[in-house]
């Protein structure tokens, strides 16, 4: 089966745009998060969707919105870009979002705003 | 809130030899779960080990075991024979047991670097 994906890898935008950001879960898997790496540090928790809610929600400014689509796939949408969130974007899935299923990781979509 | 801390930034350790990778951690839940991730220049992130605060026995998996002191709060990666594919960053996580909450709660990771 295939692991999590994540699209696009990677993407250069200017200050002041908008991103969209893609991932999608292993089949099967319900729950999606999604994790904010700057460089140099370890990831920052943005949001959790289980079954198309939202579960949790990172310190992180209304710029950033998500949403999980029917087929549990998820979008990050970052809104008014700023050259601090240029970082690496973790998605994450799990069967369920319950304490015993694993979170299984994606390769990260590299986001640069120049 | 929770934090995790990971005072080493970077460590070396020569081929075949073994390795603890410090982590403290700060909580006022009783149960949580801890975890040590992996992440090689492929930037995924790989599970390496996991331990449910309310098990007393540390957990192992064949070259990774760790040392969980829960009044100290102090959660240790040792890694027996080193191998070179072991060459990553290293990230302790935390994740409390509220039912559906999967937040995890990194440190800043330790960078190992595996001398032949």
């Known amino acids: 089966d295939a692991g999590v994906t994540q699209s696009p890898t990677h993407l250069i935008k200017t200050r002041g745009q908008h991103v969209t950001l893609r991932c999608s879960p292993i089949?099967?898997?319900?729950?999606v998060s999604w994790y904010q790496q700057v460089l140099g540090q370890g990831p920052q928790f943005i949001f959790q969707?289980?079954?198309?809610?939202?579960?949790g929600r990172g310190n992180f400014p209304d710029r950033f919105s998500a949403r999980q689509f029917p087929n549990y796939s998820s979008e990050l949408n970052v809104n008014a870009l700023l050259l601090g969130d240029s970082a690496l974007y973790l998605c994450?899935?799990?069967?369920?979002?319950?304490?015993?299923?694993?979170?299984?990781f994606g390769p990260g979509t590299r986001l640069t705003v120049t | 809130a929770q934090t995790v801390t990971q005072s080493q930034p970077e460590m070396s350790v020569q081929e075949a030899e073994t390795v603890t990778l410090s982590c403290t951690y700060d909580t006022s839940e009783s149960d949580y779960y801890l975890f040590w991730y992996k992440q090689p220049p492929s930037r995924q992130m790989i599970l390496v080990i996991r331990?449910?605060?309310?098990?007393?026995q540390n957990a192992t998996e064949n070259r990774f075991s760790v040392n969980f002191q829960k009044a100290a709060k102090s959660f240790s990666l040792k890694i027996s024979d080193s191998q070179l594919g072991d060459a990553a960053m290293y990230f302790c996580a935390y994740r409390g047991s509220n039912f559906g909450n999967e937040k995890l709660t990194f440190g800043t990771g330790t960078r190992l670097t595996i001398i032949p």
């Open positions: 331990q449910e605060a309310y098990k007393q």
């Open positions: 089949s099967g898997h319900k729950s």
């Open positions: 969707y289980y079954e198309k809610e939202e579960r």
């Open positions: 994450a899935s799990s069967l369920s979002g319950d304490r015993f299923h694993e979170q299984y």
